[in-house]
């Protein structure tokens, strides 16, 4: 390591006695919602010419991974390197407070003279979104050749026709007309080869191949970038970075936390120059486990800048590369309107799975893909036609709470080994690491979205979650194995978990409910446990979660007329939010008259503290689903 410091060190007294910037530029280009379907990962659909020739001149990372299956939660934590749970953005689409030491990157290299530009996209979800000093400039037309003369820079370039909005063939359309470019040839349907949980419908197949389309659109857009930094003579000067915000984007892929939602293409081009801080020669494919973690951090290593302390992953590259990590992590939380909780880990072979709230089937998940492509709407009515396989129909059930999955054997998690003897030991393994991250991150998912507004804020010990969660307030390794147990709703541990409705731990009593849900006891005992609850619980959300067990224990009457008055009541948007879930999950939703609807849809943000305008903005999604079916019943699960 010291000779290679030393190298390095040499190799830039040259650079900068030969007059050659002393530092690299960075340009960073990203596309949206793609696994690795590009040519050089040998997809057989793939047309992309111009990544595949950028891998060719640079490495190919086959083992890459965003750590959420979804945009705002995973560009989270490629701003601050930092994992989402632990800084309080995982959950989707949200305004938390960040205290200003939380660190992000853009602002590292501006303090040491970088010019750092995004053309454009943010969605940081946090307040870090609002933040006027993270860029020199932010915009469509933020570009590195604003900059002083000689001043290094890092760009970034995000590309969004492949976002899951795009699919549409007047979108393809537009673009190839906008652009005055021969139109691709079409992939024809019939020639994709479709993952085995997806229905043999030609809905799908138009919609696999339209990806593919929009894909070979989006190479021909970094070919673009890539031209254009030669024609301004600074490739010789700057490391070329490429991937994807997450897996993606058909139905059970973006937002779902499998293998498809999370592995992404990541390529990587260094300049002869800057060839030294390459771990491999061009062309090569580098197997190392990375994630979007490492990133940050990487980036400020590489510009021989201080790397803050909280931020967390290794760095990859240069003469400050660190041990490549065994294992890789991952979170999925509230995907728009429906509450969930899942995290995962791969060894880069096996993936472990822990459903912290299995009810929720997880097709049964955000609308918005049935919006905007026609593969979810054609597979939910093949499922309710009982015409799906026991694959195809896995996707429209609650899942398992524990799923474990052989990606070499089976690449598209339909395969779950979690029941099978031979790979206990593989399970326990990976169970016990993903346990031990939870830990050691400090991860604020066990907290229900709820009940935050009653543990952080103006007048409380602690204004940002993040803080409350470094604290001794958290008790996180009690809470993970309180939250385990709750996952499994085992009847023979129901003493156990009545005892966890009167816990003095507010964070405690809601598990406890939640198991009581699960597991679905009947008894004058469970009732009038429950029902203190309801009446006694100083929090909404544990109020509203002790109701929805009620409903399912023996007596909807009472929960009905208790997540409705909640629901009615709050001031809080992720407690209206959690109202209106409830009652589909209580199965008292049928209760509800079309003018409760109608009142629901009124209800909006009034400013007060914890009005949280997109909980309000999400349960609109909900209400706007019942009225356009009504007088219809659909229940979730």
């Not at 390529?267 to 973690?293: E, N, T, Y």
């Given at each position: 390591?010291?000779?290679?410091?030393?190298?390095?060190?040499?190799?830039?007294?040259?650079?900068?006695?030969?007059?050659?910037?002393?530092r690299p530029n960075i340009l960073w280009i990203t596309c949206e919602d793609i696994s690795p379907y590009l040519g050089c990962y040998g997809c057989r659909e793939a047309h992309t010419p111009n990544l595949d020739r950028l891998a060719g001149?640079?490495?190919?990372?086959?083992?890459?991974?965003?750590?959420?299956?979804?945009?705002?939660?995973?560009?989270?934590?490629?701003?601050?390197?930092?994992?989402?749970?632990?800084?309080?953005?995982?959950?989707?689409?949200?305004?938390?407070?960040?205290?200003?030491?939380?660190?992000?990157?853009?602002?590292?290299?501006?303090?040491?003279?970088?010019?750092?530009?995004?053309?454009?996209?943010?969605?940081?979800?946090?307040?870090?979104?609002?933040?006027?000093?993270?860029?020199?400039?932010?915009?469509?037309?933020?570009?590195?050749?604003?900059?002083?003369?000689?001043?290094?820079?890092?760009?970034?370039?995000?590309?969004?026709?492949?976002?899951?909005?795009?699919?549409?063939?007047?979108?393809?359309?537009?673009?190839?007309?906008?652009?005055?470019?021969?139109?691709?040839?079409?992939?024809?349907?019939?020639?994709?080869?479709?993952?085995?949980?997806?229905?043999?419908?030609?809905?799908?197949?138009?919609?696999?191949?339209?990806?593919?389309?929009?894909?070979?659109?989006?190479?021909?857009?970094?070919?673009?970038?890539?031209?254009?930094?030669?024609?301004?003579?600074?490739?010789?000067?700057?490391?070329?970075?490429?991937?994807?915000?997450?897996?993606?984007?058909?139905?059970?892929?973006?937002?779902?936390?499998?293998?498809?939602?999370?592995?992404?293409?990541?390529?990587?081009?260094?300049?002869?120059?800057?060839?030294?801080?390459?771990?491999?020669?061009p062309g090569g494919a580098v197997d190392r486990l990375v994630s979007f973690i490492d990133i940050p951090k990487t980036f400020v290593s590489l510009a021989g800048l201080p790397v803050p302390r909280l931020m967390q992953g290794r760095i990859?590259?240069?003469?400050?590369?660190?041990?490549?990590?065994?294992?890789?992590h991952f979170y999925r939380d509230r995907m728009a309107e429906r509450y969930d909780l899942s995290r995962a880990v791969t060894d880069g072979e096996f993936y472990y799975v822990r459903n912290f709230m299995p009810h929720r089937p997880p097709?049964?998940?955000?609308?918005?893909?049935?919006?905007?492509?026609?593969?979810?709407?054609?597979?939910?009515?093949?499922?309710?036609?009982?015409?799906?396989?026991?694959?195809?129909?896995?996707?429209?059930?609650?899942?398992?709470?524990?799923?474990?999955?052989?990606?070499?054997?089976?690449?598209?998690?339909?395969?779950?080994?979690?029941?099978?003897?031979?790979?206990?030991?593989?399970?326990?393994?990976?169970?016990?690491?993903?346990?031990?991250?939870?830990?050691?991150?400090?991860?604020?998912?066990?907290?229900?979205?709820?009940?935050?507004?009653?543990?952080?804020?103006?007048?409380?010990?602690?204004?940002?979650?993040?803080?409350?969660?470094?604290?001794?307030?958290?008790?996180?390794?009690?809470?993970?194995?309180?939250?385990?147990?709750?996952?499994?709703?085992?009847?023979?541990?129901?003493?156990?978990?009545?005892?966890?409705?009167?816990?003095?731990?507010?964070?405690?009593?809601?598990?406890?409910?939640?198991?009581?849900?699960?597991?679905?006891?009947?008894?004058?005992?469970?009732?009038?446990?429950?029902?203190?609850?309801?009446?006694?619980?100083?929090?909404?959300?544990?109020?509203?979660?002790?109701?929805?067990?009620?409903?399912?224990?023996?007596?909807?009457?009472?929960?009905?007329?208790?997540?409705?008055?909640?629901?009615?009541?709050?001031?809080?948007?992720?407690?209206?939010?959690?109202?209106?879930?409830?009652?589909?999950?209580?199965?008292?939703?049928?209760?509800?008259?079309?003018?409760?609807?109608?009142?629901?849809?009124?209800?909006?943000?009034?400013?007060?503290?914890?009005?949280?305008?997109?909980?309000?903005?999400?349960?609109?999604?909900?209400?706007?689903?019942?009225?356009?079916?009504?007088?219809?019943?659909?229940?979730?699960?």
């Amino acid at each position: 390591m010291q000779r290679l410091v030393l190298v390095c060190l040499l190799a830039l007294a040259r650079s900068v006695a030969a007059g050659e910037p002393a530092r690299p530029n960075i340009l960073w280009i990203t596309c949206e919602d793609i696994s690795p379907y590009l040519g050089c990962y040998g997809c057989r659909e793939a047309h992309t010419p111009n990544l595949d020739r950028l891998a060719g001149e640079g490495l190919r990372y086959t083992r890459a991974y965003a750590n959420a299956p979804v945009c705002a939660v995973a560009r989270s934590t490629l701003l601050t390197g930092m994992y989402s749970p632990t800084i309080g953005t995982h959950q989707m689409r949200s305004s938390v407070q960040l205290p200003p030491s939380i660190p992000a990157y853009p602002r590292i290299f501006r303090e040491a003279g970088y010019y750092c530009t995004n053309n454009s996209k943010k969605d940081y979800n946090s307040n870090l979104e609002r933040d006027q000093t993270l860029w020199d400039e932010s915009s469509g037309r933020a570009h590195y050749k604003n900059r002083k003369a000689g001043q290094p820079f890092l760009a970034v370039f995000n590309i969004t026709v492949t976002h899951e909005s795009q699919l549409g063939a007047k979108r393809i359309a537009d673009y190839v007309a906008k652009q005055q470019i021969p139109a691709t040839p079409r992939l024809r349907p019939e020639k994709i080869a479709l993952p085995p949980y997806h229905p043999d419908l030609p809905a799908i197949r138009e919609d696999w191949a339209r990806l593919h389309d929009l894909i070979t659109l989006m190479d021909g857009m970094v070919g673009e970038r890539l031209r254009e930094l030669e024609e301004a003579g600074l490739a010789d000067d700057t490391i070329v970075f490429f991937n994807s915000d997450h897996g993606g984007m058909l139905s059970r892929a973006k937002r779902y936390i499998y293998n498809v939602g999370t592995q992404v293409p990541l390529l990587i081009r260094f300049p002869k120059k800057w060839q030294h801080l390459a771990p491999a020669g061009p062309g090569g494919a580098v197997d190392r486990l990375v994630s979007f973690i490492d990133i940050p951090k990487t980036f400020v290593s590489l510009a021989g800048l201080p790397v803050p302390r909280l931020m967390q992953g290794r760095i990859f590259l240069g003469p400050g590369a660190e041990s490549a990590p065994g294992t890789v992590h991952f979170y999925r939380d509230r995907m728009a309107e429906r509450y969930d909780l899942s995290r995962a880990v791969t060894d880069g072979e096996f993936y472990y799975v822990r459903n912290f709230m299995p009810h929720r089937p997880p097709g049964r998940d955000s609308r918005y893909g049935y919006d905007v492509q026609a593969n979810w709407g054609a597979w939910e009515a093949h499922f309710e036609a009982g015409k799906c396989d026991p694959i195809q129909s896995q996707f429209f059930l609650p899942k398992p709470p524990v799923q474990l999955f052989d990606t070499r054997a089976d690449p598209w998690h339909v395969r779950n080994l979690a029941g099978s003897p031979e790979h206990r030991e593989c399970l326990q393994r990976l169970e016990r690491d993903l346990d031990a991250w939870m830990i050691e991150t400090r991860d604020i998912g066990l907290i229900p979205e709820p009940l935050f507004s009653d543990l952080v804020g103006p007048g409380k010990p602690f204004q940002t979650l993040f803080e409350y969660a470094q604290s001794d307030r958290y008790p996180v390794e009690r809470l993970l194995g309180v939250a385990k147990a709750a996952s499994l709703g085992d009847p023979v541990r129901l003493p156990e978990y009545l005892g966890w409705l009167t816990d003095g731990d507010p964070i405690v009593r809601h598990w406890g409910a939640y198991a009581v849900f699960l597991a679905r006891p009947r008894g004058a005992d469970v009732l009038r446990a429950l029902g203190t609850m309801v009446a006694r619980d100083p929090m909404a959300g544990n109020r509203i979660m002790a109701a929805q067990a009620l409903a399912l224990c023996g007596d909807p009457d009472a929960a009905f007329a208790a997540i409705l008055k909640e629901s009615r009541e709050t001031r809080c948007g992720y407690v209206f939010l959690q109202g209106l879930n409830a009652f589909q999950y209580s199965h008292t939703d049928d209760r509800l008259k079309q003018e409760d609807w109608r009142a629901f849809g009124k209800k909006r943000a009034d400013g007060a503290p914890g009005a949280d305008a997109t909980g309000f903005g999400y349960a609109q999604r909900i209400v706007t689903d019942a009225l356009a079916i009504w007088p219809d019943r659909r229940r979730v699960d």
